[in-house]
Every structure is written in structure tokens, then in C-alpha cells.
């Protein structure tokens, strides 16, 4: 008898913790590759850039500068004030929190896979060229290997 209201007990904790989630209107491009919070804002990678300022209730696309052939945004990274993003098509920086891009200079041959921060510095990995450097917030890159 123990084990029967053990089990019932059970899933309906498990029943109960699946009813809190909830579609969220956007985010309709593809796969989730990257999540980050910044700036009390949800900020997503997917084939665009989206963002949330409720959190994840609403989206806006926000790729305002991103250019190129870029098909997923691979990685998102905060350090000091600036955002990184890196691409498919390189690397991009914000210094506004996501709402404008810039192109990081010598990246857009650059098939990017990964970005990380350790310090002060950023490092992406690519899948042809190894790895890359950042000393400057993801502004310019410099080739690792």
C-alpha cells in the first residue's frame, strides 16, 4: 500500500512541476543555440537574435547590424560592457546591450563554433581555422594556434 501512494505521490510531482511551463510568442527560427541574461533581459541565438525584456513572455528580433550569410548565432558572451556574438559568418559585437552590431574586424571568413571568456579575454573556436583571441571585447581577433 505504501508503494502505490509513494507512486501516486510521485507523479503527481512530476505532473505538477510540467504545468509551469508555457509557449513563448517568438523564437520561431530554429534551434536555441545560445542564452544569455544581460541587462535584466533575455537574449537568445537562434538564426537571429531575439530578445526579451519581459521575461520570455515576448521576443523582438534584435540583428540590427548582423550581416552576411549568417544561418545560426552560435554563441552569445557578455564581458565588460560589450556582447559578443559569434556566427556562422564571424563574430559581431554590441556595446548597447544587444540593440546594434558591428562586424569584429578580420572575422567574416571565419566559421565560428563556440565563444568563451576567461579574464579578460574572449576566445572562439572555428571549425577550420582553430582558435581565436580577443583582448578588446571582441572588437578584433587574432588567430592562437
Known sequence: MKSKSAIAFFFSICLSSFAQWKPTNGLFSGEVHSVIVSNNEIIAGIKYIYKSADSGKTWTVSNN?????????????????????????????????????TASAGTASLNAWCVISKGTNLFLSTSANGVYRSTNNGVTWSAVN
Open 65 to 101: 547590424g548582423i550581416s552576411g550569410a549568417v544561418t545560426a548565432i552560435r554563441g552569445i558572451v557578455k564581458i565588460s560592457t560589450n556582447l559578443v556574438a559569434v556566427t556562422d559568418a564571424g563574430a559581431f559585437y554590441s556595446t548597447d546591450n544587444g540593440n546594434n552590431w
